[in-house]
């Protein structure tokens, strides 16, 4: 499955590469990053969506779930 284009890049490239390199002895794709972009993106919205939720106008830790790690 192709990734969608990404309008802003949400993560720090040349940080993923680094520790994928470091920790793994690999190239990083294009399309990784913007893989992982788009989960930052997803999980910021939820977050900002519990947040709300809650009534408050910050998001907080604990409105960021991540349950696939």
Do not use: Q
Not at 25 to 35: C, H, K
Not at 45 to 50: D, Q, R
């Amino acid at each position: 499955m192709e990734a969608e284009p990404m309008s802003e890049v949400l993560v720090v490239t040349s940080k993923v590469k680094k520790i994928v390199k470091e920790k793994g002895g690999m190239n990083t794709s294009a399309a990784t990053i913007e893989v992982l972009s788009k989960a930052v993106e997803k999980l910021c919205l939820k977050g900002v969506e519990n947040a709300k939720a809650d009534g408050r106008k910050t998001v907080m830790d604990r409105d960021i779930i991540i349950d696939h790690i």
